[in-house]
């Protein structure tokens, strides 16, 4: 057999009490650090000033300081031409599969009067490719609007949403967020609206943001507005993502609390129902307060956390308050 291997030990001896034996292990593990040991060549968190979130126009009309609110800057009011300014005609049809034509040739205006209503939403049938819905040239060239133009109305609460209880107080409850595109596929389309639905309903204020395109802009292309005429022109050809048909669809009672705006490549707005205590001043109007401050306070050379192609820009252009290399001015 062999040998059996010993573990080291420690012993204690005792003037009363016999020898204690303890393995020295034991010993060592109570000298351990309770948490591993911090990595000798662990990278540092970079530090980052800039904020880089997307607008947030419930926030911004809300802030009590101009201090990183610069995204707003390039946000404009946005005028929604009427329905019956556009001459496009669409189809209504029963589900998106196997679609039964309800009615043919229906104009927009027909289609709000007649057919979009609290609880009922539209919603496209026919998914449009990323790429296409991406790319207005290439929307027209296809002519998508003349091919795409199946339509139908899903009513609310056929979705499962997960809503925390209602609000209790005399206030606005939490704020909700919704992200659409025209290359949304239908079911998630269909949810989007269905939540927005029953997040109003429960007492909360929804921020609609419909995109156009985002994450593969350059970084110069996302300091100044993009083209004035991209969502007229959606709107003309897409009643499903205007923001009057979705404002429609929503609980009886619901309105713009700040009214839509645009950069080119967002349509954003706020839609919720009357509470007991509301603002003193319209969001709408606290909005544009906000970016006249931020408009002013980089004039001033006292606006910090700007991006740094912004300083950049900024100091070719004089401003010698800004640099590149730091996101805090002189001043």
Not at 248 to 273: C, I, N, Y
Request: aromatic share 6%.
């Amino acid at each position: 057999m062999p040998p059996t291997a010993r573990i080291p030990t420690l012993e204690f001896r005792s003037l009363l009490l016999p020898p204690i034996r303890i393995p020295l292990r034991a010993i060592r593990s109570l000298c351990r650090p309770q948490c591993a040991p911090a990595a000798l060549h662990a990278t540092r968190l970079p530090q980052c000033l800039v904020q880089r979130r997307s607008l947030h126009l419930y926030k911004t009309a809300r802030a009590k300081t101009a201090l990183g609110m610069h995204k707003i800057i390039n946000f404009s009011p946005y005028e929604i031409a009427e329905p019956a300014a556009s001459e496009h005609k669409v189809n209504l049809v029963e589900g998106k599969e196997d679609s039964t034509i309800v009615a043919k040739d229906v104009s927009l205006q027909e289609l709000y009067d007649n057919h979009v209503k609290p609880g009922y939403m539209l919603y496209l049938t026919q998914e449009v490719q990323k790429k296409t819905a991406e790319n207005i040239e290439k929307l027209k060239k296809e002519d998508i609007p003349g091919e795409a133009r199946n339509y139908a109305i899903v009513k609310a609460h056929t979705r499962f949403v997960k809503v925390e209880a209602g609000q209790k107080g005399k206030q606005l409850g939490g704020l909700k967020i919704v992200i659409v595109t025209l290359a949304n596929p239908v079911d998630y389309f269909q949810l989007a609206l269905d939540r927005a639905y029953q997040f109003i309903a429960n007492g909360s204020p929804v921020e609609f943001r419909i995109r156009m395109k985002g994450a593969n802009l350059g970084k110069e292309n996302r300091l100044g507005p993009g083209d004035a005429d991209v969502w007229p022109w959606m709107h003309n050809h897409f009643p499903h993502i205007r923001p009057d048909f979705i404002l429609k669809a929503m609980p009886e009672g619901t309105f713009f609390l700040v009214e839509p705006v645009s950069d080119g490549r967002h349509v954003q707005f706020v839609m919720a129902k009357q509470a007991e205590q509301m603002p003193r001043i319209s969001l709408t109007t606290r909005l544009q307060h906000v970016k006249t401050s931020v408009k002013k306070s980089i004039e001033q050379g006292k606006q910090g956390q700007l991006p740094k192609a912004m300083r950049k820009e900024l100091r070719d252009g004089g401003h010698e308050d800004y640099s590149v290399d730091t996101g805090m001015p002189r001043r």
